[in-house]
């Protein structure tokens, strides 16, 4: 009973990521399909306004941080199950963003606009590449165990977990972190761009690079590999050789 218990926890803790993450599009791109969006009518002075979005951004990436640090998971799972222990991430990260979508408060100004419609469509199918890249990159590395899937299913079956092994499949062979590549895309890429939106880009992305510091470093402990792939991928933005680089590289190899 408690391995079923647990098992619909995780199912029910990725159905609201998955609705949270289908919500999330609709908020940075300010689409009128959900009734809060990043931009909006300012309802409160600007120094208000300004403090509530950075203190929402910062319950995020506190909580988003701390829970995903190995020291934290080993007092954790004194607590709650090992097998939930995912999920339960999931879970309150999504939570975050929710209360982060329900009290977002709009600034006011544009910074910039553009106007031309081969910008426009340029800059969109630009946020829809990165939202893209996102999902996508999580299938790379195992969308399931990352969502906490894999975990419950397998504590169902009284199976025990192991870790997945280090591999750097097709995009992680471009660039080391191309999930957080597509949040630099779905985050900047907009026709419009509000002191809101940028206010929100801008803690993100220094987010997302402080973020990566901390992950590599884990990462180099967990897998001592790493090095090696640290040195021969870029962080970010890819490389690109012609092939008479490549071969003349080789020859002096």
Known sequence: MKRLAIFFYGVASYAVFFATFLYAIAFVGDLPLVPQRIDGVPELALGNALVIDVLLLTLFAVQHSVMARPAFKAWWTRIIPQAAERSTYVLLSSLALIALFYFWQP?????????NRSGRLLLS???????????????LINHFDL??????????????YTALPFKTPAAYKVVRHPLYLGWFFAFWCTPQMTATHLLFALLTSAYILIGIFFEERDLLRAHPEYQAY???????????????ASEDAQEVA
């Open 125 to 139: 199918a630009g946020f829809a590449f990165g939202w893209a890249l996102v999902l996508y990159s999580t299938f």
């Open 230 to 244: 640290r040195q021969r991928v870029p962080m970010l933005l890819p490389r690109f050789r012609t092939k008479a």
């Open 147 to 160: 969502f906490g899937l894999r975990q419950v299913w397998l504590h169902l079956l009284g199976k025990p």
């Open 107 to 115: 600034l006011g100004g544009v910074i910039w606009q553009v106007e």
